[in-house]
């Protein structure tokens, strides 16, 4: 199946350029992603859902970024499966950015997905009804994190004679897999206690707005994917916390 789409964005080519090689931030954009595993700069899993009729499949997907010229084309591949719906997928993703005269910028993105087992015995025009409904959720989410609102503020510069703040410690994953959090969640932070920090305690600037915490719990066989609104991260943190403490 291939598929190309083109959408226009008032943000110049170096802005959507610098989106497209954060997974965290595209991941964000996805519908039905839960979880970014980052392997490296070019490198990531990516963990996701996706109902098709009948059938709801989590997909491990990892994928490589495999070509750039920047900040014009980019070229990824990826492979992913889900033992327990018998299914597989092999999908190659390129995409072109083109300045425009008013300063704005044309992606327009190509994507070839083979998908075998029991979700390719679905029709051809399903999977594209199915693909065409994720790609005007991803543009419309990808619009909004290029909108002039959440453009990235410069921080300023501190007075002479004056101390630095110090640097927080960058987040750590959740048994490898990062968490995708929402920004009133870092408001919360300091109340969940160290740990909880290092996980939540992103910049607004890095995430971007989000309408949900997601965490992704793996314990022996079991795998517990929690999504919580972002207005109650306290009570999240709480929850986490006696959970965690269960499992000791």
């Known amino acids: 199946m291939e598929i190309e789409k083109t959408l226009i964005t008032a943000a110049p080519p170096a802005r959507v350029w610098e989106l497209l090689l954060d997974p965290n931030v595209m991941g964000a954009c996805v519908p039905g992603m839960e979880s970014i595993e980052v392997l490296g700069d070019v490198e990531y899993i990516a963990h996701m859902a996706v109902k098709i009729a009948f059938i709801n499949a989590r997909f491990r997907l990892h994928t490589k970024i495999v070509e750039t010229r920047a900040p014009h084309y980019l070229r990824t591949e990826g492979t992913g499966e889900d033992a327990s719906v018998a299914s597989s997928l092999r999908q190659s ?45 991803f543009g419309a989410n990808l619009l909004a994190r290029l909108s002039p609102d959440n453009a990235p503020v410069a921080a300023p510069q501190p007075a002479a004679r004056r101390p630095q703040a110090a640097v927080a410690p960058a987040p750590a994953a959740v048994n490898g897999h990062a968490v995708l959090p929402a920004p009133s969640v870092a408001a919360a932070a300091p109340a969940m206690g160290g740990l909880f920090a290092r996980w939540f305690g992103r910049s607004e600037a890095a995430r971007g707005p989000q309408s949900d915490i997601c965490v992704e719990l793996r314990r022996r066989d079991e795998t517990v994917v929690v999504r919580w609104p972002a207005a109650h991260g306290e009570q999240c943190a709480a929850w986490l916390r006696d959970y965690l403490r269960q499992g000791a």
Not at 93 to 122: A, N, P, W, Y
């Open 93 to 137: 993703s390129e995409i072109f950015l083109t300045g425009q005269d008013d300063g704005s910028t044309q992606l327009r993105i190509k994507v070839q997905v083979e998908v075998l087992g029991r979700l390719g015995t679905f029709g051809l025009s399903v999977m594209k009804t199915k693909a065409d409904r994720m790609w005007d959720e």
